[in-house]
């Protein structure tokens, strides 16, 4: 029953005044972050070292600043392949006046000012750490989405269709118009919200021998804690912000991102039927039901759970890293590789590097299958990051001269 009613949920939320809330990746989710920013986990970046010997985390925290209250953690899952993980190895982060201290499993351990480039170096020489200010990667024309999410919004208010398996029937016209919108911002070039923002930054650099107990495929995501009480939780970008409750009441929304921050991958089935209704949103938006990453094809009648595959998928929300490769070129791939039959993929390492158009590519995914075809307009950050060079991303952009 859940299913058949998820088209008409959709309308329901709107026609009590949903409005669409368009953020950025996971910034700014929800009112307990909002208040406390520096448990705001912005973004996570995860991926193997050109050499193949590290795997390389950044964390990037809203607040310019980490706190002393506050734990930062990576939890790394590792098996032998995609979807079976067998052994986990957390790295722990925390903070005393200007020294950091981090733990990396039962392996490694280091004390120090990590706010110098070099950042410090754990006392076995497993892993290395930076935390300090640098320039946010994350690239992303919030306004231009927020615009596409209205006019798929005013669509449906007007009477737009949406099926059983809750996909709105938009016309041509305004599936252009909504792409059209999102390739903007404010009716001129795109332009990314974040140019310039500096969060304080986690960066580690870990041998790989220290995290992949359980196998060369890890998954990784990052919480945030107060007195061993999560506050912020990430592993793909846009998942939370993006699926949960994509057009309804800032109430539900918020009430549905604390109960899902406060969850972990494991423990996040309960929100797979919200993630099937946006799933089914994104799918209609350009004006084609049925082709978006993983959707059941079957139908006439439209199959009610369609997006369930998808949405099982994204409800497990952790970066997928395939250290057998040091080649890391396209976010997705590893889920690519192993459920849509993408084996060109199967050398990629996948995870989310600080240049991937990590953007674009999911929001692609989730509304014509593709990992292109959604276009925001920013293809690309206003500074340039490294992927080989610690602590890999840009430093704050110099002050202008007065």
Known sequence: MRRIVAGAGLAAALALGGSPAARASDHLDTPSVIADPRADIGDIFAWTSPDGRQLNLVMTIVGHSFSDKHQYRFHIDSGPRFGETKATTSITCGFAGAETRCEAGQTDSLRGDASRPAGVEGRNRRFRVFAGLRDDPFFNNVRGTRDAYNVAADAIKQGAAVDAAGCPGFEAATSRTILERWRMTEGGPAKNLLAGWTPASLVISVDLEVVNRGGGMLAVWADTTVGGQRIDRMGRPLTGNALLATLGPGEVSDDLKERYNQATPATSDAFIPEIEK?????????????????????????????????????????????????????????????????????????????????????????????????????????????????????????????
């Open 278 to 402: 946006s799933l089914g949103l994104y799918d209609g938006l350009d004006g084609r039901c049925g082709d978006q990453l993983l959707a059941d094809p079957s139908g006439p009648p439209p199959s009610t759970s369609r997006y369930l595959p998808m949405a099982i998928l994204l409800a497990d929300d952790r970066l997928w890293i395939n250290t057998k490769s040091s080649r890391c070129t396209q976010f997705f791939a590893v889920e690519l590789a192993e459920l849509a039959g993408r084996s060109a993929l199967r050398g990629d390492c996948g995870g989310r590097t600080p240049n991937h158009d990590a953007v674009d590519v999911y929001r692609s995914l989730l509304v014509n299958g593709a990992v292109s075809g959604v276009d925001d307009g920013v293809d690309r950050d206003d500074r340039e990051h490294s992927l080989e060079a610690f602590p890999f991303l840009a430093p704050p952009a110099p002050a202008p001269a007065p």
